[in-house]
């Protein structure tokens, strides 16, 4: 089987002889795609400058794929293209050069050789005068002069003004050397001071000098300046009363006696309620002792509430009595007082020693009695069954 023929046999007869018909079995063979010819049959695109020459793959039986490859190299730029836009543009018209572009290849590289539009623009010639020290004229950028004439001299140069041309005021005599008359007094702006001449001329330019930033007053010229003091947000207080102080020079806003609070006492101070400043300390304590007695394990004491302690002592305990009788199965126990706050302890007792030899039991017999009472009873037992042994084995 391929792909452009089925799997095909011949037929046959019976004896095995090979006939000259055939059949068919199957179906035809998908195409194989891995043929690269370079012909025009399977061409996708010449070479250029963007593309290389590139081909479709094919099949052995000569069917065209969609898969492609490639031969040879991209052709070089051929710039020969006459683009005329902004992207391809190198200078706009002027007076002395022409609308002028880049030329360009089909692909759209912008080459190095360049190609001209249309014709130069007249000369645009600047409205202000140009001018040296004996004449002058209207110019264009590209250095051409139109209306070139010799300047037209005003009035005579003075102290306090030049002589200049009449028609474009270039200046042709500097005014004449002056000598300057300070006044005695300051002149001043916001930042500086200066004594000035009345040409306009300055000396001894300088600027204010404060002692600090809340400083009004300048201690050279004397301007004054308004300023803006910087208070702190918290008081300053002291015994008389509190205020706000600037933290630059110190001084005091918002000045106010204190306006007392609750009066003092053991726990509190009494304050200002304004700035919290403290008017009167808290007042020293005065102890007050508990009638009742405080105690723990090993002494007693009177308290304040404040903690102190008053008649700190040991407890004093007396003889004891005994609260739980001792048996022989059980401590007994006793228990103690203190003679002076109440305060209670106990101490074990031992249990009871069991009775003596010979002690007599809850009825009233000696135990050494009931033990040989016991023993009796064995030994009868035993006699019993050492006679009826000795029956026994008689009857055998």
């Known amino acids: ?17 090979k006939g000259t018909e055939t059949f068919t079995v199957g179906d035809l063979l998908p195409h194989v795609f891995d043929k690269k010819v370079e012909t025009d049959t399977y061409k996708k695109n010449d070479a250029s400058c963007t593309e290389k020459l590139t081909y479709f793959t094919s099949c052995a039986c000569g069917e065209k794929g969609t898969e492609t490859f490639t031969v040879g190299d991209l052709l070089p730029h051929v710039f020969d293209k006459k683009v005329e836009t902004d992207t391809y543009k190198k200078n706009d018209a002027s007076c002395t050069e022409k609308l002028t572009y880049f030329t360009s290849c089909a692909c759209g590289e912008k080459g190095t050789e ?9 000369h645009s010639y600047s409205s202000k005068w140009s001018k040296n020290q004996t004449q ?3 110019e264009c950028a590209c250095g051409e002069k139109k209306d070139l004439a010799t300047h037209t001299a005003g009035p005579a140069a003075t102290e306090t003004s030049d002589q200049i041309c009449t ?8 005014a004449l050397s002056h000598t300057h008359s300070y006044s005695n007094s300051y002149s001043q702006n916001q930042t500086q001071h200066w004594h000035e001449c009345a040409c306009g001329a300055k000396k001894d330019l300088g600027s204010h000098v404060f002692d600090n930033d809340c400083d009004t007053t300048c201690n050279t010229c004397s301007y004054t300046r308004s300023i803006t003091h910087r208070y702190k947000t918290d008081w300053t207080s002291d015994q008389s009363g509190h ?31 304004v700035c919290a400043f403290v008017l009167q300390e808290k007042l020293p304590h005065s102890h007050k002792f508990q009638s009742a007695w405080s105690k723990d394990e090993a002494n007693h004491w009177h308290e304040c509430a404040c903690g102190e302690k008053e008649g700190l002592a040991a407890h004093d305990w007396d003889e004891g009595s ?7 199965e059980k401590e007994g126990e006793k228990t ?35 033990i040989a009472l016991v023993l009796i009873v064995l030994a009868a037992g035993v006699t019993v069954f050492l006679f009826l042994q000795k029956k026994n084995s008689a009857s055998n």
Not at 1 to 17: H, N, P, Q, V
Not at 114 to 120: A, R, S
Not at 322 to 328: D, G, K, S
């Open 167 to 174: 028609v474009c005021e270039a200046i042709l005599t500097p």
């Open 336 to 370: 103690f007082t203190c003679q002076s706050c109440g305060e209670t302890k106990t101490e074990a007792i031992e249990k009871s020693a069991p009775p003596a030899n010979g002690a007599e039991d809850d009825d009233g017999l000696p135990i050494v009695a009931i």
């Open 322 to 328: 005994v609260t739980l009788a001792p048996t022989e």
């Open 136 to 138: 002058h004229w209207h």
């Open 243 to 273: 205020w706000h102080e600037c933290t630059v020079c110190g001084i005091k806003a918002d000045n106010a006696a204190h306006t007392p609070g609750p009066a003092a006492t053991e726990a509190s101070d009494q304050v200002c309620t």
């Open 1 to 17: 089987a391929s792909c452009t023929e089925k799997l095909t046999y011949f037929m046959s007869c019976a004896c095995g002889e």
């Open 114 to 122: 360049t190609f001209t539009v249309g014709d130069l623009l007249p």
